[in-house]
C-alpha cells in the first residue's frame, strides 16, 4: 500500500527519491508521484500507474529537496488529481500522506464554506489546505495545529517553498522511519527502513503524534503535546536486496519454487536433536513463563490468518493448550476477554498489516504478552511485540503470499513443539515430529517435480469460473488458501468451505460447471471425505482430488487426481498448499492474468 521516501542533503534529490520510490514498489500501488522545492517554488510531477509512467512525463530537475508518494487508492478514484504529492491552494506547500484522515468530511465543508476550492477527491488535500490556513511563516507550528484537529492513522512528509532547507515529517500509527547521517549531511525519510541505501544511519521511528523537522543530516522531534523530546536512534542491518526474478516469469513462480528452500530456513538450527527441545535464537520469553500460560489466542489477517489456525490446531494437539486464531480485523472489535494468562501470538508476512497492528495493540491494553512470527525485520510489529520469531524466509515481492505461509507454519509447527515440550511432551515423541517436519522440504521438492501434470490440470479447469475448494480439519484450512490464491490472482469466483458443510447450503449451487475441488491429505478423516465427495460427484459436478499417494479410493470417485507425498496429517498443510498455489498460478497463466499486479491487491495492507 502506500508508501513515502524522502531526501534532504547534497546529493540529487529527485534520484534518490525516485530510487526509493522503486524500492517501496513491492508493497503494491496504483499511483506515484514526487514534490520537491526549486528556486523558492514547489514544483512537482504525479501520475496514475506504475513508476514507469511516472519516469516517462517526469518533467522535474534541480530540487533541493524531494518528498516521494506510492499511492493506493482508498479516498476518490485511481487518477493523476488524486495522486500524491498534494498542494494547497496557493501551491506554497506539498505532502505525501498514508493512512486515513477519518473526520476529513466536516473539515473539507469547513474549508469550503471559507471558500477553498478543492482540486481532488483525497482526505490528504484536506490536511493540506488546513496548514495552508494556519501556516504564518513556522511550518512545523502550521503542521502541529493541524494534527491536532485531524482523527485517524497517518504518516506525512510535507515541504513548504520558503524552506528548502526542511522536510516536516509526523507520524500516528503508519510507520515512518528517519535515517540521519550527519557526517555526509544527508537525511532520509521511508514507510521501510529497509529501503535506505546507506547501513550508516542513525535511524529512529516516529510514533505517537511525534512531528519532527528535518534538516540536512540532523532533525529536531516534538511529542503530540509539542514539547521538544529526545529520539534515541539506531544503526540497523538492513535487509534490502534487489528484487530479481532470478529467470523465472514472474515472482510469484520464483517464490513457490523457493520454498523448499524457505522452509528449510525456517526450521533449521532451531530443533536439539540430542535434547529434543526447540530453541529460537535471542528468544525473549522465559520457558517457566511460556509453560504457565492458559490459553493461546493467534491474531492474523488474510493468508497469514490461515497459516495462523493451522498454528492453533498446533498448539492444541500437541502442546494440549486452549487455542484459537483470529481474524485480526474482526478480533479488533470483540470482547475478546484477553487476560494476561494468555500468549498472544500476532502473525504477518510485512509487519505492517494495520489491523494486525491494531489487534496487538488492543492485546497489549490487556496487559498480554505479545510473540510476533514475522518475516520483514524492523517492521512495525516486530518492534511492538515482546518478542519476535523471524521466518527469515527472504523479501517476498509477490502480492499472492506463498513462501510466507508455509515458513509460518513451519515456525507455528516447532512453536508448539516448543510448548509441548514445557508441558510434558516426551523427547522421544518431538524426535518422531520434527524427523517428519524435516522431509517438508524435500517432499515441497517433489510436488514442484510434477508441475508438468499440475499444469495440464490447471488448463482443463482453467475454463470453469466458480469453485469450492473443501477439506477438513488442516485441509480445511488449507482449502481456504486455495480458495484465496486462486481468486486473487484470477478472478474467479473460489470458496473454501469445510467438507461437512456443504450439504448445509452450498450444495444448492453445484453443479457440472462448479468444479469442487478436494483437499484429501488427513487419514482421521478419509471416509468422511469420501462419503462428503461422493455426494459431490452425485451432484454432477467435476471433482479434482489433492490426495497423498496410497490413498487410492479417492480416484474412483474424482475425475482427477493429484497426488501428494505423504506426510502426518498434522504436516499435510505444506504439500497440499504449494500444489494449490501452482494450480492457481497455472490457472491465472491460462486465463492471461497480471499474475505480478492482481487487481485491488496490495502487499502490505496498511489501512484498516
Ligand atoms: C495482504 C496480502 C496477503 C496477506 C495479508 C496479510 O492482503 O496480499 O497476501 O496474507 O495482506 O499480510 P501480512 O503481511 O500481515 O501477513
Keep these: 500500500m502506500c508508501g513515502i521516501f524522502g531526501y534532504l542533503g547534497p546529493k540529487n534529490p529527485l534520484q534518490i527519491c525516485l530510487a526509493g520510490l522503486e524500492q517501496l514498489e513491492y508493497r503494491g500501488y496504483d499511483s506515484t508521484g514526487i514534490a520537491g522545492i526549486r528556486n523558492g517554488q514547489i514544483v512537482f510531477c504525479k501520475k496514475a500507474g506504475k513508476l514507469s509512467n511516472l519516469l516517462a512525463s517526469m518533467t522535474l530537475n534541480n530540487l533541493e529537496s524531494a518528498i516521494g508518494h506510492t499511492r493506493w487508492a482508498t479516498h476518490g478514484q ?8 498534494h498542494l494547497d491552494s496557493l501551491h506554497s506547500i506539498a505532502i505525501v500522506h498514508n493512512g486515513i484522515i477519518e473526520n476529513h468530511h466536516s473539515l473539507r465543508a469547513r474549508l469550503i464554506e471559507e471558500g477553498v476550492t478543492f482540486s481532488s477527491e483525497t ?39 520558503d524552506h528548502p532547507d526542511q522536510i516536516i515529517a509526523a507520524a500516528k500509527e503508519c510507520p515512518l522511519a528517519v535515517g540521519l547521517d550527519p557526517m555526509t549531511h544527508e537525511s532520509f525519510l521511508s514507510s521501510d527502513p529497509n529501503t535506505f541505501p546507506s547501513s550508516n544511519l542513525d535511524i529512529f521511528f516516529l510514533k505517537a503524534g511525534e512531528v519532527a523537522v528535518i534538516r540536512k543530516g540532523v532533525a529536531e522531534v516534538y511529542n503530540a503535546e509539542q514539547q521538544p523530546i529526545y529520539k534515541s536512534t539506531e544503526r540497523l542491518q538492513l535487509h534490502y536486496t534487489e528484487p530479481s526474478k532470478e ?52 491474531l492474523a489477517c488474510g493468508g497469514s490468518a490461515h497459516a495462523g489456525s ?41 509487519g505492517e498489516t494495520a489491523d494486525t497492528i491494531a489487534a496487538l495493540r488492543m492485546a497489549k491494553e490487556a496487559r498480554c504478552k505479545i510473540l510476533a512470527i514475522c518475516n520483514v525485520p524492523h517492521s512495525t510489529i516486530t518492534r511492538e511485540a515482546d518478542a519476535v520469531i523471524y521466518l527469515k524466509a527472504g523479501t517476498e515481492i509477490s502480492v499472492c503470499s506463498t513462501k510466507a505461509l508455509t515458513s509460518q507454519i513451519a515456525v507455528l509447527a516447532l512453536f508448539a513443539l516448543h ?33 508438468p501434470q499440475l499444469r495440464k490440470i490447471a488448463e482443463k479447469y482453467s475454463r470453469y469460473d466458480h469453485f469450492f475448494f473443501i477439506g477438513r480439519l488442516y485441509m480445511y484450512t488449507t482449502s481456504l488458501e486455495g480458495a484465496l490464491k486462486l481468486k486473487e490472482i ?11 458443510e456443504l450439504k448445509h447450503g452450498p450444495f444448492a449451487l453445484i453443479n457440472s460447471d462448479f468444479p469442487v475441488v478436494a483437499f484429501c491429505a488427513n487419514q482421521q478423516t478419509k471416509d468422511k471425505m469420501l462419503s462428503n465427495l461422493a455426494e459431490v460427484k452425485a ?70
Design 539 to 608: 451432484r454432477g459436478a467435476p471433482i479434482l482430488a489433492f490426495a497423498p499417494l496410497g490413498m487410492e479410493d479417492v480416484e474412483i470417485i474424482a475425475n482427477d487426481v493429484f497426488w501428494l507425498p505423504p506426510t502426518t496429517d498434522l504436516l499435510a498443510p505444506f504439500t497440499a498448499t504449494v500444489a494449490a498455489q501452482l494450480l492457481a498460478y497455472y490457472i491465472a497463466l491460462e486465463r492471461q492474468c497480471n499474475i505480478d499486479q492482481p487487481r485491488n491487491l496490495a502487499k502490505s495492507v496498511t489501512v484498516e
Design 78 to 85: 485511481i487518477s493523476d488529481q488524486n495522486a500524491h504529492p
Design 490 to 500: 484470477s478472478y474467479v469466483n473460489a470458496n473454501g468451505c469445510p467438507a461437512g
Design 247 to 298: 529467470g523465472f516469469d514472474h515472482f510469484l513462480l520464483k517464490e513457490i519454487h523457493e520454498q523448499p528452500h524457505t522452509v528449510l530456513k525456517a526450521i533449521l538450527g532451531r530443533f536439539q536433536e540430542l535434547t529434543g527441545n526447540v530453541e529460537f535464537e535471542s528468544f525473549q520469553i522465559k520457558d517457566e513463563e511460556l509453560a504457565a500460560y492458559q490459553r493461546v489466542c493467534i
Design 123 to 161: 482526505d490528504t488535500e484536506v490536511v493540506v489546505q488546513l496548514m495552508a490556513k494556519y501556516y504564518q511563516g513556522d511550518l512545523k507550528s502550521a503542521v502541529q495545529q493541524v494534527l491536532a484537529l485531524v482523527q485517524g492513522i497517518y504518516a506525512i512528509a510535507v515541504v513548504h517553498k
Design 419 to 451: 510448548m509441548a515440550r514445557l508441558r510434558g511432551l516426551s523427547a522421544d515423541a518431538a524426535r518422531e515430529f520434527f524427523r517428519h517436519l524435516q522431509q517438508i522440504p524435500k517432499q515441497i521438492h517433489q510436488v514442484l517435480n510434477a508441475i
Design 310 to 350: 493451522i498454528g492453533a490446531a498446533y498448539l492444541e494437539e500437541l502442546a494440549k493448550i486452549p487455542a484459537q486464531c483470529e481474524i485480526a480485523s474482526e478480533a479488533r472489535y470483540r470482547s475478546m476477554l484477553l487476560t494476561p494468562d494468555t500468549l498472544v501470538i500476532v502473525i504477518s508476512q510485512s
